[in-house]
């Protein structure tokens, strides 16, 4: 596609739901990433795919969030058991490198709100 | 750990000033630095970095290793800058995360 789509675009769902949220890369982007930006906040690494691989999950904030990438195309992020603190937009990025230069792009997000 | 700060939250200036956002970075190799612009209602698109010295939309930024900052400045802002700037910072040019500060939200006034 024409660039990093995100899905849904908003999620309402009730506390102790499991969600799931969708990100399908840039064509041809061996890397992806995952950003969480609560409301009035900085954007908050999650977690960085090299191909389907993830060499760096540090931002993951407890084990009731997952993520996995198959086919160095489609990543899914999971948040298990959800909490009123998870609410957040929840944004995807993709880059490759090109002429020694990695210029990341971003999709429009997923709004998640728990209630 | 790498850190990015941007000290200002919030930014007022009146059409035609110059306006100059701040970022401040703590890491002791050499990163690469960004600024990135978010619009109101689109999503966040890369402004500029300092590896290429270009100037987007009259904004240039000049990374200073010995002051540790990445300033992003303009001589003469238009109505149309107003948006949230983010100050980013990359540890290669091959593939890492961006480490983001909270961001600048940037009015300009008529």
């Known amino acids: 596609g024409a660039g990093v789509s995100q899905s849904p675009s908003n999620k309402v769902t009730e506390k102790g739901k499991d969600v799931e949220l969708r990100c399908d890369p840039i064509s041809g982007h061996t890397a992806l990433y995952w950003y969480r930006q609560r409301l009035g906040q900085g954007l908050e690494f999650l977690i960085y795919f090299q191909g389907n691989s993830a060499p760096d999950k540090s931002g993951l904030p407890s084990d009731r969030f997952s993520a996995e990438r198959t086919g160095e195309s489609v990543s899914t992020l999971t948040i298990q058991r959800t909490q009123q603190e998870d609410s957040a937009v929840y944004l995807c990025?993709?880059?490759?490198?090109?002429?020694?230069?990695?210029?990341?792009?971003f999709g429009e997000g997923s709004w998640l709100t728990v209630v | 750990a790498q850190r990015v700060t941007q000290p200002e939250k919030l930014l007022s200036v009146f059409k035609g000033a110059p306006v100059e956002l701040k970022c401040n970075y703590s890491y002791s190799g050499s990163p690469e630095l960004f600024w990135y612009v978010q619009y109101s209602r689109q999503r966040l698109q890369l402004l500029l970095r300092h590896i290429s010295r270009e100037s987007i939309k009259g904004f240039t930024a000049d990374l200073n290793k010995g002051e540790t900052s990445f300033h992003l400045k303009k001589p003469f802002a238009q109505e149309e800058d107003s948006a949230m700037y983010y100050c980013?910072?990359?540890?290669?040019?091959?593939?890492?995360?961006?480490?983001f500060g909270e961001g600048t939200q940037l009015t300009v006034n008529p």
């Open positions: 990025a993709s880059s490759t490198p090109r002429g020694g230069r990695n210029t990341i792009y």
């Open positions: 980013a910072l990359s540890l290669s040019t091959s593939g890492s995360r961006l480490t």
